[in-house]
């Protein structure tokens, strides 16, 4: 097969894109230390190959993958899991403890996606998912560490987006592998090498309190960079820092005000998030055609209105964390 888009960072780090929907939506972050390889996220079933013509391409043997990292278990991030388990003989999966017992017994995992897509355009999206042996899981509770052939990989837990959510901090790059947690960012927002970066608040488990508190831990390390899933590298982190946290702010505020509209909930919130997304992105000079922009938003728009919904939703002491 051709070789997906591949940008190559220094200290060892390069994104693959994963393929899914778009190029340059979703990165699988490699990383190589003196020959042994770990692969960051994972794309879907049909983001493998593209990743195993990767290794080939950069004379990385399959047995000398040791680690698959999920930052967390949503199918755009875990849904290429077992195939990876099944091409790398030698890897370990490691996830965070919420999410390990879905990736040995994947079926109300398969199950809750399938309810949404509907079984045809879940298996065309994400193809399939099948158990991985419990012996290759790896859990990794909060602070704890692995060796990647004598490259320390710190885990945190940063709920927020998800409740199962580990971010990576690199010691040698100074940089977080952040999933979801430090937001999106598309390149074809960068304007003269500025990024745009926004919240995901996509179901089901979003919470503002825990997002902030994440976003603040991994600003604490200082770090230079951040390596987003969508999509990759991100520097001016602390710029970044207190605009998502703006951004949450208001989310939540779109979705209180939407909160007694019963039915029309949906189509309040993502026309203001819309409206709110455009508007940030014009201050930020985006020149991009107004169509242009909705289709690249859309999916993102749809998810964390339907996200804030789900915590709308949710008993009413979560409003007094506010």
């Known amino acids: 097969m051709s070789l997906p888009l591949i940008t190559d960072y220094e200290y060892g780090i390069s994104a693959i894109d994963a393929q899914f929907h778009r190029p340059r939506r979703a990165a699988i972050h490699l990383i190589v230390e003196?020959?042994?390889?770990a692969l960051v996220d994972t794309g879907t079933s049909f983001s493998v190959p593209g990743v195993v013509a990767t290794l080939k391409q950069k004379n990385i043997a399959v047995e000398d993958v040791a680690y698959v990292?999920?930052?967390h278990i949503h199918?755009?991030?875990?849904g290429g899991a077992s195939q990876c388990m099944q091409f790398f003989p030698n890897a370990k999966l490691v996830v965070h403890p919420r999410g390990a017992s879905h990736m040995a017994n994947p079926i109300r995992l398969v199950a809750g996606a399938m309810s949404?897509?509907?079984?045809?355009?879940?298996?065309?999206?994400?193809?399939?998912?099948?158990p991985i042996n419990i012996e290759r899981i790896m859990e990794a509770p909060d602070e704890s560490r692995i060796n990647l052939n004598g490259r320390s990989l710190l885990f945190l837990d940063t709920p927020g987006h998800a409740r199962h959510h580990n971010c990576i901090y690199d010691e040698c790059s100074q940089s977080f592998f952040t999933g979801d947690t430090f937001g999106v960012s598309y390149r074809?927002?960068?304007?003269?090498?500025?990024e745009f970066v926004f919240p995901t608040t996509?179901?089901?488990?979003?919470?503002?309190?825990?997002?902030?508190?994440?976003i603040d831990r991994i600003i604490s390390y200082k770090p230079r960079y951040a390596y987003l899933t969508h999509y990759s590298r991100i520097g001016n982190l602390?710029?970044?820092?207190?605009?998502?946290?703006?951004?949450?702010?208001?989310?939540?505020?779109i979705a209180q005000r939407a909160k007694d509209n019963g039915g029309e909930r949906q189509s309040?919130?993502?026309r203001a998030l819309r409206n709110l997304l455009l508007q940030k992105l014009a201050e930020h000079g985006c020149q991009l055609p107004p169509n242009e922009i909705n289709e690249l938003l859309n999916t993102d728009i749809r998810l964390n209105a339907q996200g804030l919904i789900h915590w709308l939703d949710q008993p009413p002491d979560r409003f007094k964390q506010l």
Do not use: C, M, W
């Not at 199918?75 to 875990?78: I, P, V």
């Open 238 to 253: 602390e710029y970044h820092a207190q605009s998502l946290h703006d951004l949450i702010d208001a989310h939540v505020a």
């Open 202 to 214: 996509s179901p089901v488990q979003f919470d503002p309190v825990a997002a902030h508190t994440s």
């Open 34 to 37: 003196k020959g042994v390889a």
């Open 69 to 71: 990292i999920l930052t």
């Open 116 to 130: 949404v897509y509907g079984e045809a355009e879940f298996k065309r999206v994400y193809g399939e998912i099948v």
């Open 75 to 78: 199918l755009d991030h875990a």
């Open 268 to 270: 309040i919130i993502s």
């Open 188 to 194: 074809e927002f960068d304007v003269n090498g500025r």
